[in-house]
């Protein structure tokens, strides 16, 4: 009996502890903390599963973000130690490179890349890394790399010739992504999947870079799951979630090459053509060793491969779409390539077609139409209080 009361007591003391613990917490954040004062939900202000909510729905958070501005005002609360601010005035104080900025790790986390530079959460780390590759898509970079684009670009007109012939639907976010993926996995890693090869341009990278988005919402709302994806064998990932095979099979030859480019001493030198990324971070003088390891040559090419294919990608079909749906502006810049006199022989050049200001203006225009990432990038300022019109937000606060 005197067992059985000990461990009832036991269990007793544990329920009113955390009973005692969940009131304090929730009277914390509601009315005595330095965020109490901001308006917006009240279940958004005591716990981060009110954002999950809606965005395992779809990811439908910014559009509820979106009413809760209508509804509140220019700054709302939407978690527990998060504000939002709808300012286009503010935006630059926020993303500027005035003072330290931080970003935030459960955004970062999300992606498990936190080796790369767009994965890396303190200041001072994140501008080590970045500066490393900062001019590597400069114009003069880019213009080194113009045979291989253009040989590229000529393989996907051939097929695009094909599909004319044939009068089959093109599916032109594929095309694009396949082209865009082709392009940068040559840029950073010196390999060419051959995705414009594909006879249906490769369906199942659309799918696969679809799911990384999707799975975002998920790693978020289960602290620490994106520790445990990289110690499942790759053979049963793809078992348990077949839309990452491809994925799966990006991080395995990321991490081949990265450890090749570390451990042979052929392999790290430079190719004579073009630097890949690998290549690149590797013989960055700026970098110590401690920032050439195998694992932060793997996320950081990863990162590029992900990102440069879906952004261009998007871009390209979002101005496909505009100027094929308007055929005064497809006419007119039709007609400027019927009055271009470019090189006598083979193919126009980069600097040429920059000359040509009707196709400038339809890039910069579909530029601003189309859109990198439709989610909250939130900074941290971690050693200040930033000032907003009445309000002062504390240091650590994602904003």
Not at 32 to 38: E, R
Not at 378 to 392: E, G, N, T, W
């Amino acid at each position: 009996m005197a067992a059985v009361s000990k461990e009832i007591l036991y269990l007793f003391s544990v329920l009113s502890f955390l009973i005692i613990y969940i009131v304090w917490i929730t009277l914390y954040r509601l009315y005595f903390g330095p965020l109490a004062k901001i308006p917006g939900p009240k279940l958004a202000a005591l716990t981060g599963y009110y954002e999950a909510y809606y965005n395992v729905k779809g990811g439908r958070f910014l559009f509820k973000i979106q009413d809760l501005h209508q509804k509140h005002g220019p700054i709302i609360r939407i978690g527990p130690n998060e504000l939002h601010i709808n300012d286009p005035d503010f935006y630059d104080q926020i993303y500027s490179n005035n003072g330290r900025w931080d970003k935030d790790p459960q955004y970062v986390n999300q992606f498990d890349n936190t080796d790369s530079a767009f994965g890396t959460v303190p200041h001072e780390l994140h501008r080590l890394r970045r500066r490393a590759f900062q001019g590597f898509f400069s114009k003069q970079k880019i213009a080194s790399l113009e045979p291989l684009i253009q040989s590229i670009i000529e393989k996907l007109c051939a097929r695009l010739e094909e599909y004319r012939l044939s009068r089959k639907v093109l599916p032109i976010r594929h095309v694009y992504q396949c082209l865009t993926c082709d392009v940068i996995m040559e840029y950073a890693l010196a390999i060419n999947d051959g995705n414009i090869d594909h006879p249906d341009f490769n369906p199942a990278l659309h799918e696969t870079i679809k799911k990384v988005g999707e799975m975002g919402h998920y790693m978020k709302l289960i602290p620490g799951v994106q520790k445990v994806l990289p110690l499942i064998p790759p053979w049963l990932l793809v078992r348990l979630i077949p839309a990452m095979s491809s994925m799966v099979d990006l991080q395995e030859r990321c991490k081949a090459l990265a450890k090749s480019i570390t451990t042979d001493s052929e392999l790290s030198h430079k190719p004579k053509d073009y630097s890949t990324v690998c290549h690149e971070i590797y013989h960055a003088d700026e970098l110590p060793d401690s920032q050439k390891t195998v694992r932060r040559l793997q996320h950081e090419v990863e990162t590029f491969v992900i990102a440069g294919t879906e952004t261009s990608a998007h871009a390209l079909a979002c101005i496909t779409f505009h100027v094929l749906n308007n055929p005064p502006v497809l006419q007119r810049l039709q007609q400027e390539f019927r009055d271009f006199h470019g090189s006598s022989s083979g193919p126009a050049r980069l600097r040429e077609l920059e000359q040509l200001p009707y196709l400038t203006s339809v890039l910069l225009e579909g530029l601003r139409l189309s859109y990198g990432l439709a989610m909250r990038l939130p900074r941290v300022a971690p050693d200040r209080i930033i000032r907003y019109r009445d309000f002062d937000i504390p240091p650590g606060v994602r904003t």
